[in-house]
């Protein structure tokens, strides 16, 4: 996570406290969720304290311009942000009141994440499905259309929309292997694989 220096008069030292800060309670509420899955898999609840113990995840500040209604108008399948499942373990986003989001139903279609204030969407990810021989699955999302129209004043507009997405990962040494409990008559899915190196993987087939 790149944080700025102290060269504007106090500014970026205050945002790198605050970001380190903000950055660390994810990292405690990530080993909470853990545990809270854990507990509903049936397995020890402390059983992915060492994979989480080291924080290695990641914090991105996330800001959506703003946008004439038009370019939805004329191109009325437009997307903000295309369809994915994130790769760690869980994802911790922090919304506006803005909207846009969207996640996959079980039956395949997309329904509204409606922003609620003072709550958390949490997403599972993929390395959290390999964990969990996909007893959970990892969760589909994108950015669409606000669902809301521009402000009264705005005109066309519609405002920027910021959020806050804290991707939780296992430790980057770490070996993610099928939960010997979660594997039924279909067997294991998935083979081990380092966690580090998969999201390395994932990420350069992306960008």
Known sequence: ?????????????????????????????????????????????????????????TLRLLHYPPVNKDVFEKNPDQVRAGEHSDYGSITLLFQDSRGGLQVESPRGTFVDATPIQ?????????????????????TKHRVVQPPLPPAPGQGDTYPARYSIAYFCN??????????????????????????????????????
């Open 118 to 138: 003072d709550t958390i969407v949490i997403n599972a990810g993929d390395l959290l499905a390999r964990w969990s021989n996909d007893n959970i699955k990892s």
């Open 1 to 57: 996570m790149w944080l700025p220096d102290d060269t504007d008069g106090g500014w970026g030292a205050k945002f790198k406290t605050e970001m380190l800060s903000f950055h660390d309670e994810c990292k405690g509420l990530h080993i909470e969720i853990m545990r809270a899955i854990a507990e509903g898999l049936g397995i020890d609840v402390s059983w992915f304290d060492s994979y989480t113990d080291r924080g290695d995840n």
């Open 170 to 207: 296992p430790n980057f040494d770490r070996i993610v292997e099928v939960i010997p409990n979660t594997v039924g008559k279909e067997g294991r899915k998935y083979e081990g694989v380092n966690s580090g190196d998969y999201l390395v993987m994932r990420l350069e087939a992306t960008y």
